[in-house]
């Protein structure tokens, strides 16, 4: 019979790193409190068993106040929605996992878990860390105390991690009475009392009181009055407009290497019409787009950086005072950084914050944020804007149109958070984590995963577009084409943004994925060579159909920018908003007054620089 | 009347000066902030130290059992000291 141990701790106490040596898992693990917002299951298979383990969201106490720490609430009382087949509806056993620089504000927890009844097993992470600090601890003794075993964990190397185990067998075979339901409630005085016991628990097994400081204090300057915030705007920045100028050499060369494979393998395939497929239509698609790649990859790895130190916290006590003031809480910098990558993942993030208006309030900004898959778009927008040859240039116009969408993505928050009837709720508060070196082999690791996951997600919907248009524009008759007659019907739609219905085919497309925005345009003006450099040329000389007019004029291109800056295009993004907005109607009203509103602002945009130009 | 002077009295977490240590001796305001705050270890009793603080009213930090809280202001100010 399977059983199921749950992984418990308050936030940032290192459950995911346990879990992911206890069961061989790769979750990803941020020095943040507030990392985890999901459940994760794992198997775990002893000699003669298996067993289920789940790790949990971080809390600070058993009763929640946030979406997050409601799961491991649900948890704690109820397994059966969370594994398969449970035979039991309590967890047979809880690994607490407490910070060993931080017992005297843990083990409350785990004294509360401990008087619910819960059967328990202790891991003590970041030994390492206490052991830097000539902190020494008792386990023996604090086993004694506690009645539960007490396993010290060296959360860098996974030390302790065979004892842990064997703990839990030895545990799990031991039969003790059911746990009673958790209070809903604590009283002050309680809460008291458990403080008052955990410090005195300490105060017997350890060496030493709390961590001292000691060194350099670079807190002192980040989160100086005045350096702070100034520290913090100079990070930002770096970090947007390294994206695209530390990537470009790396893009140049995916560039030749793909227009010299594409080139020798045109040249060596017969002069048919599966070959024209496979070079115009899916190669020239995919290379336009995975040029692009070492950007994404550059920006999952900056983010990467920035969450294994420790700088998030800081990151969002430092931007609560400019957030609450357009209705958010600092909590929401988190979700809305992790929206410069991918709106999914944020939109999940925002569970950790405690009240429902400002839970929406974020999630109305997320899809705003400039997420990977625009950075192809824009990259293709801002080279045919400033020049191929400019990347610093460039990427100055890429921090530019950062800067633009938190501007305009604060403003759309500020107008719907007077709409919203909901009340806020009160309070930011966050534990500010000790700083870590990034693990870089995490980060690393994380980084390829996530490129690698955009290009799986990509290159089929690439692909598919791409043979989609090649059939399109080939049948019946390549000037009478499906897409012809098709992409006429956009046009009146499409003269407002001063454009043609070769952009409008491409515009629709991009509704499948943002970044095939690229591929589509690299379809239909064809060029000779998939050169990036050369495509850009040919889009120079490109004229509006049936007249002389250049078709990418600034005019144009800044009106495709406002466009895909506001256009929510992305389905997986309203299915996420869908369940974490429990329910369909403000996510629909998201979705479309989104795409209403980018097409009015580009036309607008557009006219206004046409007017101004003359 | 009364009532002014006795709040005008007590010394509240966001009056204290970077660098000030104190102890926390009650609270007032909002129930569901208060035992938040207390949960994460501003326990009636406990040392405090305020660490750090923002320019133009945003949050500060304070060293409490160890760790490092970072509060709003206006939250701060359900908190008081000695
Ligand atoms: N030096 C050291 N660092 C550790 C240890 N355990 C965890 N960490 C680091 O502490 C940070 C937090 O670890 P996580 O495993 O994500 O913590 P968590 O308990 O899952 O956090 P939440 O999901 O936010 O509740 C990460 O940056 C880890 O690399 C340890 O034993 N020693
Ligand atoms: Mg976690």
Redesign the pocket.
């Known amino acids: 019979m399977s059983e199921t141990l749950l992984?418990v701790?308050?936030?940032?106490?290192?459950?995911?790193?346990?879990?992911?040596y206890f069961t061989g898992s790769r979750?990803?693990?941020?020095?943040?409190?507030?990392?985890?917002?999901d459940f994760a299951l794992a198997e775990w298979k002893t000699p003669t068993q298996s067993h289920w383990v789940l790790?949990?969201?971080?809390?600070v106490s058993i009763v929640p106040q946030s979406e997050?720490e409601e799961i491991t609430r649900r948890a704690l009382e109820n397994i059966v929605p969370f594994v398969p087949n449970a035979t039991q509806k309590m967890p047979a056993l809880l690994i607490g996992?407490v910070?060993?620089m931080q017992l005297s504000r843990h083990l409350v927890l785990i004294r509360q878990l401990q008087q619910c009844g819960y059967a328990m097993v202790l891991a003590v992470?970041?030994?390492?860390?206490a052991h830097k600090h000539g902190r020494k601890i008792d386990f023996l003794t604090l086993s004694e105390l506690l009645n539960m075993p007490v396993i010290p964990?060296?959360?860098?190397t996974g030390k302790g991690i065979d004892k842990l185990k064997q703990a839990c067998c030895i545990r799990l075979a031991q039969k003790g009475s059911l746990p009673q339901p958790c209070p809903s409630h604590i009283e002050a005085s309680t809460l008291k009392e458990q403080f008052e016991w955990a410090e005195k628990m300490v105060g017997l097994v350890s060496s030493n009181g709390y961590e001292k400081i000691s060194g350099f204090d670079i807190d002192a300057w980040l989160l100086h009055p005045v350096f702070g915030p100034v520290g913090f705007m100079v990070t930002m920045g770096l970090f947007f407009t390294c994206i695209f100028a530390v990537a470009s050499p790396a893009m140049a060369g995916i560039d030749s290497g793909f227009t010299w494979g594409i080139a020798s393998l045109s040249a060596f395939l017969p002069a048919v019409w599966w070959a024209d497929l496979l070079t115009k239509g899916i190669l020239t698609g995919v290379g336009s787009v995975f040029v692009f790649v070492p950007q994404i990859a550059l920006l999952f790895f900056l983010l990467g950086v920035m969450?294994?130190s420790?700088y998030l916290a800081r990151g969002a006590m430092l931007a609560d005072r400019p957030l609450s003031a357009i209705g958010l809480n600092g909590r929401s910098f988190v979700p809305l950084l992790s929206g410069c990558a991918c709106a999914i993942p944020a939109m999940m993030a925002a569970r950790t914050l405690p009240g429902k208006k400002e839970k929406l309030l974020t999630l109305f900004m997320i899809p705003l944020m400039t997420c990977s898959a625009r950075l192809p778009v824009y990259g293709l927008l801002l080279s045919l804007l400033i020049g191929f040859h400019h990347p610093v240039q460039i990427a100055i116009g890429m921090t530019g149109i950062y800067v633009s969408s938190i501007i305009l993505a604060s403003s759309v928050t500020a107008i719907v958070g007077r709409m919203l009837r909901v009340a806020p709720a009160p309070g930011f508060q966050i534990e500010l984590?000790?700083w870590?070196w990034?693990?870089l082999r995490?980060v690393l690791t994380h980084t390829v995963t996530q490129t690698f996951s955009f290009i799986k997600k990509a290159g089929p919907v690439i692909v598919c577009v791409g043979v989609l248009l090649w059939v399109l524009s080939t049948f019946p008759s390549p000037t009478h084409s499906f897409l012809h007659t098709f992409g006429h019907v956009l046009s009146p739609l499409l003269s407002p943004m001063g454009l043609d219905w070769r952009v409008g085919v491409a515009l629709i497309l991009a509704f499948a994925a943002r970044e095939v925005f690229v591929s589509a345009i690299a379809l239909m003006f064809a060029s000779e060579s998939t050169h990036l450099a050369s495509l850009v040329n040919t889009l120079h000389h490109a004229v509006l159909e049936g007249t002389t007019q250049p078709l990418f004029t600034p005019a144009s291109i800044i009106g495709l920018i406002v466009f895909f800056m506001i256009s929510m295009q992305c389905a997986s993004t309203l299915a996420i908003a869908k369940k974490e907005m429990g329910g369909w109607k403000l996510p629909l009203a998201m979705t479309v007054s989104y795409i209403v509103g980018a097409y009015i602002a580009a036309v607008g945009v557009v006219q206004a620089v046409q007017f101004w130009m003359g | 009347m009364s009532v002014i002077a006795l709040h005008t009295h007590k010394k509240t977490l966001n009056t204290l000066s970077t660098g000030c240590s104190a102890v926390v001796s009650g609270f007032q305001g909002d129930q569901c902030l208060c035992s938040r705050l207390q949960e994460l270890g501003l326990i009636e009793g406990s040392t405090i130290c305020l660490a750090y603080r923002l320019s133009f009213g945003g949050p500060l930090a304070v060293k409490v059992k160890g760790a490092t809280l970072a509060i709003r202001s206006e939250d701060a100010a359900c908190v008081l000291v000695q």
Do not use: C, Q, W
Not at chain 1, 55 to 59: R, S, V
């Open positions: 992984f701790g308050n936030p940032n106490s290192g459950k995911t790193t346990l879990f992911n979750y990803k693990t941020v020095n943040y409190p507030g990392a985890t917002v790790d949990t969201p971080g809390i997050d996992v910070d060993a992470t970041m030994t390492d860390v964990i060296e959360g860098r969450e294994g420790g984590p000790r870590h990034p693990v995490h």
